[in-house]
């Protein structure tokens, strides 16, 4: 059998975990890269930045490097990506904001057709994101660009792989739409290895 371990992204819970001893029988550990802003959050901000940026404090390169530091094998590592992102009542990123909650891929996708919001990408944390100024609604999430970004940064750093939450919110027509964008993208980097 093989054993994995969800992880946090950061030291916050993740202090918690001993991983002295979790490592001696976990075959994988999952880094939940993602929920980085929400409901909990002071502001609104970004589900899953790669980079940092202006108003994130927490960044998938700062949760590899803090389990790789706390000594994980890098191959037992599985970088989580999110198949779903976040939406805030603000103006976008960085804002002040009093709801939040959790959007699918595919429900998001519908909105790139609504001409009331207009597409962003933040070249700092490589992450689209759609305003409505009409609705005051920021969302947050991952598309394709973004999700290459990030295997192309679990082949950098030599992970184990990539674990994605949740499967069958990227299924438009019954065809996934971001599956295959990381399928390609480790086919491509292999064919490069």
Not at 66 to 91: E, T
Not at 116 to 128: A, I, V
Not at 138 to 151: E, H, M, Q, T
Request: charged content about 20%; hydrophobic content about 40%; overall charge neutral.
């Amino acid at each position: 059998y093989i054993i994995s371990v969800d992880l946090p992204y950061a030291n916050y819970s993740g202090r918690y975990f001993d991983i002295d001893f979790l490592k001696n029988f976990v075959n994988y550990f999952v880094v939940m890269s993602y929920d980085y802003s929400g409901a909990w959050s002071s502001i609104s901000g970004y589900n899953a930045p790669l980079k940092s940026g202006f108003c994130n404090t927490h960044d998938i390169q700062k949760s590899i490097e803090y389990w790789l530091a706390r000594g994980i094998d890098s191959k037992k590592i599985l970088l989580g990506i999110p198949f779903y992102g976040r939406a805030f009542d603000a103006d976008g990123p960085c804002q002040e904001f009093n709801q939040s909650f959790a959007a699918t891929y595919r429900n998001i996708l519908s909105l790139l057709k609504n001409e009331n919001y207009q597409y962003f990408w933040d070249f700092m944390t490589k992450t689209p994101y759609l305003v409505s100024k009409k609705n005051k609604i920021y969302y947050s999430f991952d598309d394709p660009s973004s999700i290459n970004y990030k295997v192309l940064y679990a082949f950098r750093m030599n992970l184990g792989g990539i674990a994605i939450w949740e499967i069958t919110q990227d299924i438009v027509d019954n065809h996934h739409l971001l599956l295959p964008e990381i399928v390609q993208t480790i086919k491509n980097n292999q064919l490069l290895n």
